[in-house]
């Protein structure tokens, strides 16, 4: 394998990783032993670019499903092999995280909107804490400018965790 697609591999990889941990799930079947890597999307072309990135760098197989009770569609690899990768990849990037894995929890679980004061935010949100602590991790490295919340769910709702970063000198720096 050469450098280039080396490095195409591995961004592979830590987009989809991050991509997982913010609308995406591992699944293992005991049953039957499969192993599926899913990640869920409204956008259906989105998917498809994920797919036929992950297909040329990672040479797997990916489906697009579309259930037809829901207003979702899902990607779906079923490969042990990366399972296991991205598992212990996902472990590792929440503690020590790269651009592509941020890039890949932006992606899934990032909005960008104009606040209050008429300036452009971007905002990241994440029930799990860990989640939001590796891009506050990456944005503190980077000298990027950012605030955290948190915000009580009521009943049975979770806590949610924020990462903002607002204005355009940030979000520039940023993106």
Known sequence: MCIRDRCRWRTARNYLAGLIVGDGSLTVYEKTHDYYIEVYDADRNFLMNVAREVRMALKVNVKIISP???????????????????????????????????????????????????????????????????????????????????????????????VRVRGWDNLEHFI
């Open 68 to 162: 037809q009770k829901h207003n979702y569609h899902k990607l779906r690899i079923s490969n042990k092999e990366l399972f296991l990768v991205l598992k212990d990849l996902i472990r590792k990037r929440l503690e020590r995280p790269t651009k592509a894995f941020v890039r890949g929890i932006v992606d899934a679980e990032g909005t960008l909107y104009i606040d209050k004061k008429g300036r452009i935010a971007l905002e990241i949100s994440n029930t799990n804490e860990l989640v939001i602590k590796a891009v506050h991790k990456y944005l503190k490295r980077h000298k990027i400018h950012h605030t955290i919340t948190r915000h009580e769910g009521r009943g049975k709702r979770k806590v949610l965790f924020k």
